[in-house]
């Protein structure tokens, strides 16, 4: 395994640009997560994919934000009209339910957005 | 609604000493309780990983516990060195599909 990759890890934009996000998870692992985090706290979960279906998106995600995972391999994550409260760090992270007992998520190295 | 905390927020030791870094939360019903590093400005790793059903998992100088009934884990580092300087971040797992509610983490410097 090459562990969960992500693209851009670092992304800069003016706001109200939009901007898009790349996770690829571990072969066949067949979960994948997004979080955000901001600096000093611990990430919060946005949403879940099993294969290709987003079965949970959370209240933080508004309508700005859609993410996809076509397939049910690679992941996006778009933001639309970016504001400056979106920077933050944008964590991927993949599982495999049928292979582990206890389901360990390995995260990416994170993209960091900074909207100026 | 499930919150986690840690403490404490920061900490900062000599090199050798052993730690102890808390972890609490609001609801027992969890499906298990992992502890990440996450080194500045970079990804999580994972540590350790407790099911509900099980007291400790150890790995190396490493040990956590879990107490489901009283909401505490703690993670335990023996001989504390430089390299273990990072934020630990412990998070719960609810259930189901198993979504982490994480903490916001204890940074430790480790000093020579």
């Known amino acids: 395994d090459t562990g969960v990759s992500q693209n851009p890890r670092h992304k800069i934009t003016k706001r109200g640009q939009n901007v898009t996000f790349r996770c690829d998870p571990i072969?066949?692992?067949?979960?994948l997560y997004w979080y955000r985090q901001t600096l000093g706290q611990g990430p919060e979960f946005l949403t879940y994919?099993?294969?290709?279906?987003?079965?949970?998106k959370s209240r933080l995600l508004s309508d700005r934000f859609s993410a996809e995972r076509p397939k049910g391999s690679f992941s996006t994550l778009e933001i639309q009209r970016t504001e400056q409260g979106d920077s933050a760090m944008y964590l991927c992270?993949?599982?495999?339910?049928?292979?582990?007992?206890?389901?360990?998520?390995?995260f990416g190295p994170g993209t960091r957005l900074l909207v100026l | 609604k499930q919150e986690v905390t840690q403490i404490p927020a920061a900490l900062s030791v000599p090199e050798g000493e052993n730690l102890v870094l808390n972890c609490s939360f609001t609801?027992?019903?969890?499906?298990?309780l992992q502890w990440f590093r996450q080194d500045p400005g970079k990804g999580l790793t994972s540590l350790l990983l407790?099911?509900?059903?099980?007291r400790e998992q150890t790995s190396g100088r490493l040990n956590a516990s879990l107490d489901k009934s009283s909401g505490r884990s703690t993670l335990y580092i023996a001989a504390s060195q430089p390299g273990d300087s990072a934020t630990y971040l412990c998070?719960?797992?609810?259930?189901?599909?198993?979504?982490?509610?994480f903490g916001a983490g204890t940074r430790l410097a480790v000093h020579p």
């Open positions: 609801d027992s019903a969890i499906y298990n």
């Open positions: 407790i099911q509900s059903s099980q």
């Open positions: 998070a719960v797992g609810p259930g189901g599909y198993n979504k982490l509610i």
């Open positions: 994919f099993q294969n290709e279906a987003q079965l949970e």
């Open positions: 072969s066949e692992h067949n979960r």
């Open positions: 992270a993949s599982s495999d339910t049928r292979r582990e007992v206890l389901e360990t998520q390995y």
